[in-house]
């Protein structure tokens, strides 16, 4: 697909379905602007299309003054953004009976905050320029609560509801959203005490056929490559064993 004339600014950009999708849109040729905590994560991404147009940001999403300062470096280096991916988030298991409210804290301030934060420093530029297209990373759990992940899903249940509502007081000013909700993704979300059990996990997902993050990044470039009269609101895939 030829994205050449896009400038798309990533959040979580260094592993997993952001990465992926970092690599499918540059080989796309858009003009990419990628962020995330781990610096090394994205100059690795940025190594292997050295000709590409790929700035990179070190931020925290759920710090509003680092989402701004990528998004006003965006403005400043091209004149616009077209579309703005929220695609950080952290998913640590917290049944609640174990009142682990530093997790429900940070589950928060990443997947609902972050996503804000996002919205907040790109949507005066965007109805600025009566265009663009926000996009943000929910989940299955935005749809389905799972025992010991109910906070993660509250926080995608809140990304679904304000992409909804961003969707419709925006529609009129040409901006479109896409909520991508996947299913099972082998990525590094979920974190592992040893080599050994990530090594176990990995092969029940193979086993599982859970997705592949490239497969989630064919979504999102789906969704960017559309033409301006179609906005795709949601893409909702699941590994075909996931009941
Ligand atoms: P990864 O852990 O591989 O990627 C998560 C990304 O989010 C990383 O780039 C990470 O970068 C970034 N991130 C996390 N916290 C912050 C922060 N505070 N500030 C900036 N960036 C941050 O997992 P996935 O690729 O699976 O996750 C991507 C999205 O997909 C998430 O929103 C997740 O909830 C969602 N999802 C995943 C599913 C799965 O099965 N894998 C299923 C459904 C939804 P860094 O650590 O460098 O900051």
């Not at 970092?22 to 990419?32: E, H, M």
């Not at 040409?174 to 092969?203: C, F, M, R, W």
């Amino acid at each position: 697909m030829d994205l050449s004339d896009k400038v798309i600014v990533i959040m979580g950009a260094s592993s997993g379905m952001g990465a992926a999708t970092s690599r499918l849109l540059a080989q796309d040729g858009a003009k990419l602007v990628l962020a995330a905590r781990r610096l090394d994560r994205l100059q690795a991404i940025q190594a292997e299309f050295p000709d590409a147009p790929i700035s990179i940001f070190q931020a925290d999403v759920a710090d509003y003054g680092q989402v701004k300062h990528v998004i006003d470096e965006t403005i400043k280096q091209y004149g616009r953004i077209d579309v703005l991916d929220n695609n950080a988030g952290i998913m640590p298991g917290s049944p609640l009976v174990e009142g682990q409210r530093a997790d429900w804290q940070a589950m928060i301030d990443v997947n609902i905050e972050g996503v804000l934060n996002g919205i907040a420093a790109a949507l005066p530029y965007m109805v600025k320029q009566k265009s663009g297209h926000v996009i943000a990373t929910a989940s299955v759990g935005a749809h389905t609560v799972f025992p010991n992940y109910a906070v993660y899903s509250g926080t995608k249940y809140a990304v679904r509801a304000i992409m909804d509502g961003l969707r419709m007081e925006q529609a009129q000013n040409n901006i479109k959203t896409t909520i991508v909700s996947p299913g099972a993704t082998e990525t590094e979300l979920i974190k592992y005490d040893s080599e050994a059990a990530a090594q176990q996990a990995h092969e029940a997902a193979q086993a599982f056929g859970t997705l592949q993050p490239e497969q989630i990044a064919q979504s999102v470039e789906f969704a960017i490559g559309t033409k301006a009269n179609m906005s795709v609101s949601e893409i909702l895939v699941r590994p075909t064993k996931q009941a």
